[in-house]
């Protein structure tokens, strides 16, 4: 009986010392989950899913807080990538965030008047300027995310689409695809 | 003979029909100068060529007019003398009929040459003579338009074991490798000897389908007195391509993933042999190419035909289309894509011209489901399982597709041609890999803009800081200043500045 509690208590508090050590030895710093929903977000920080960045909505997706089809630019992919990682259903897009094709800012020039409004706007500092002097986009960083056009006071940035180049085209599927049907 | 001779074999493989003798057995003609040349800056695998030239400019022929941009990227050269009419997107030959940056010149008809400077490539250190292959626009023309020079810089890795020459041309209807070893054998090998000096090669072998006795003999004639070796191969599709030659001749299998040069081995087309040939020997650079014009044309045949030739003109010299023509396609029928039209320019990688009739396509099969048979298993020469990368490719399941090793598909259309549902199988595979790179694209993207996300975030919080930090300096200079006149608001002011210094 001595015996049987001593060896039990012997091995409780070595399985304790051994989770303790654990725990300081191989502690996670934040939480890796957002991480992970984070990398599968587009990162346009565009807002559209109502929060203030792709990174608040990861954070609030891992709490529970938001529905995972809230990303327009993510698109119907982003949404089954998602729904993959956390074990949900996936969800189609939600109405009023439906998916949109890729667009690019394009400030016109010729009515910039240098107010700097898109330059604190734009999320990834991809619009290039300075106070009275003209703005630009730099197209190549320029995620599409439309916040910097209800700034301007000039209406002078408009959204194009992004034309499809050699280096974008794609070959289609030659299955008939079963959503044209719904 | 020839059969004992080949030691080794590859998995699958077809007998395809050849439809070889049509276009083989004339010689090759000059191409006609055309009017108007338009040389797309991209007729090659990398970046796309700097323009070097505005419009209104005067080149003469064998200019540079495109600068290499980057290290996987090739020079263009003008074609013919002339005046460039514009700089602008044109059409080029591409599945997605889309247009890319050209060069349009008028020609004046004069074909007045640059100062040609034909250089002696003993007597050249290793890198100095890769920039003249480089600056000479030399590219793979075999069909791929790999830039050359890069695959003959070893990099400081070991000795090359094999330098592998192909001329196997194993897709039916295109003859021109065929005729350019009948024809110039001699100036092969000169390339070949290039090639050789840069890469010191222990062997140098160079394959030929065994059904083109006139070139073998041609070559083995050429090679008399050189250790190069003529090795005929058997006549089984896709014996041409790389990872498949590699193996027949040397027994080696290339990684997947890899390239011939992870076993020692490096393989070049007979044509780019050529082409290095002209450009070391006579200083020209690369500016024409032979096109085998077959198919429904009233005089098939082989043209050597300046870069920028609308294949239309090439197709008029051929006496024109014949009735029945369905679709004119770019490279053989197994791989080769169809165009939108014949008005689009040749490029270093267009090796063949087909007009195709109804019966070349066997259009109008209707797709079956799939019956699991296991044909096209069977014939896939790179070992794979067709049939499940065209389950998961339909399903969109790109990563099982990629555990199934993809991208070891070398497209050469075998498991579509011997597929009795007639699935379009290289379609699906086409379709997958174009959306795996999307994805891969659009994730790199997306790390860039988080990146900068992070990095304004970081600026954002730094300038707040910072002006915190004015602030507080600000303040004792400012309590100083007004310190003397009453009394109470001094003692204020420094509450003020002691508070923002806890804030901060």
Known sequence: MIIAVLALGLLAGASGLLLGFAAVRFKVEGDPIVEKIDALLPQTQCGQCGYAGCRPYAEAIAAGEAEINLCPPGGANGVAALADLLGRDPASLNAGHLEKPRVLAVIDEQNCIGCTLCLQACPVDAILGAAKQMHTVIARECTGCELCVAPCPVDCIHLIPVAQTINTWKWNSPAIPVEAAA | MSALKSLFSFHGGLKTVRHKTESNQSPIQSGVLPRRLTVPLRQHIGAVAKPLIQPGDRVLKGQMIGQADGYISAAIHAPTSGVVAAVESRHVPHPSGLPDLCVVIDSDGEERWIDREPVDYRHRHPSELRNILRNAGL???????????VKLNLSGSDDLETLILNGAECEPWITCDDRLMREQAAGIVAGLRVMAHLLKPRDVLIGIEEDKPEAIAAMTGACAGTAYEVRPVPTRYPSGSVKQLVKLLTGKETPVEGLPVDVGVQCFNVATAYAAHRAVDHGEPLISRIVTVTGQVRRPGNIEALLGTAFAELVEQCGGYRDGVERLIMGGPMMGFALHSDEVPVTKAANCILAASAAELALEQPVMPCIRCGACVEVCPADLLPQQLYWHARAREFDKAQDHHLFSCIECGCCSYVCPSHIPLVQYYRYAKNEIW????????????????????????????????????????????????PPAETAEQGNTAVASDRDG
């Open chain 2, 139 to 149: 590219v793979g023309l075999g069909g791929a338009g790999f830039p050359s020079a």
């Open chain 2, 438 to 485: 999307a994805q891969e694209q659009e994730k790199q993207k997306a790390e860039l803009a988080r990146q900068r996300h992070q990095a304004r975030l970081e600026r954002l919080e730094r300038e707040k800081q910072e002006r915190e930090a004015k602030l507080r300096q600000k303040a004792p200079a400012k309590a100083a200043l007004t310190s003397s006149p």
